[in-house]
């Protein structure tokens, strides 16, 4: 199995212009999250999803928007990027069905990105 | 969930025990201690968790105090691949959406 898959790896915007963070899960997951890593930092969580169709929003949701239309899916929208979001963003899984009890989370290796 | 306080940084020689700890004096009696390593680059990787009795798998082993206040994480034999930031986090056990809260961590170093 793959996991967690996030694309692409790394980005550069200009301020103002949008771009999707992709991330997708091959271990059929219920929940999915998006964190952000500012350098030295631990992470903070943007948005997470309970399962297709529904999102809500974590601790720094501003300036983000998810959509979660298939179970493996869950992107995120940055409509106009600005330097402060300039960071590592992380996308991880967690939980079937049947295991969702304490279901520790799955990591995908990030996109790095750079908004000038 | 309670807050920890981790050491920002801690060294080991490889080979030996690395013995990371972690307070949480604000702990309650439903809430769990889970660690994660982040290693340079790469997503958070889970370690382990426990409530209240000692915990071993193949990564680690978990040292809860009795009075749960405080908890050490211990890679017996620590490796070069080891070097990693550590993250302990408390929070309670429930089913669904574990939205964990990751503090800055220790920046854990082993040495050759």
């Known amino acids: 199995n793959a996991g967690v898959t996030q694309t692409p790896k790394f980005r550069i915007l200009k301020i103002g212009q949008s771009m999707t963070l992709q991330c997708t899960q091959d271990?059929?997951?219920?929940?999915m999250y998006w964190y952000r890593q500012d350098p030295g930092m631990g992470l903070k969580l943007i948005y997470y999803s309970v399962g297709a169709g529904i999102t809500d929003k974590g601790e720094v949701p501003n300036g983000y928007n998810v959509s979660r239309s298939t179970t493996e899916d869950f992107p995120l929208r940055l409509e106009l990027a600005a330097p402060s979001q300039t960071s590592v963003y992380f996308c991880?899984?967690?939980?079937?069905?049947?295991?969702?009890?304490?279901?520790?989370?799955?990591f995908g290796n990030g996109t790095r990105l750079t908004v000038t | 969930d309670a807050k920890t306080t981790q050491p920002t940084s801690m060294d080991c020689a490889e080979g030996r025990a690395a013995n990371l700890p972690c307070n949480h004096s604000t702990i309650s009696g439903n809430e769990y201690v889970y660690w994660y390593r982040q290693i340079h680059s790469q997503g958070p990787q889970y370690i382990i968790h426990g409530l209240k009795n000692n915990e071993t798998n193949e990564m680690a082993s978990l040292i809860i105090t009795e009075d749960r206040k405080s908890s050490t994480l211990i890679l017996p034999h620590a490796t070069l691949r080891d070097t990693a930031v550590y993250y302990c986090?408390?929070?309670?056990?429930?089913?669904?959406?574990?939205?964990?809260?990751f503090g800055q961590g220790t920046r854990l170093t082993i040495n050759p």
């Open positions: 986090i408390v929070r309670p056990l429930i089913q669904g959406a574990q939205k964990l809260v």
């Open positions: 991880a899984s967690s939980g079937t069905a049947r295991s969702s009890y304490n279901s520790p989370l799955h």
């Open positions: 271990m059929n997951h219920n929940y």
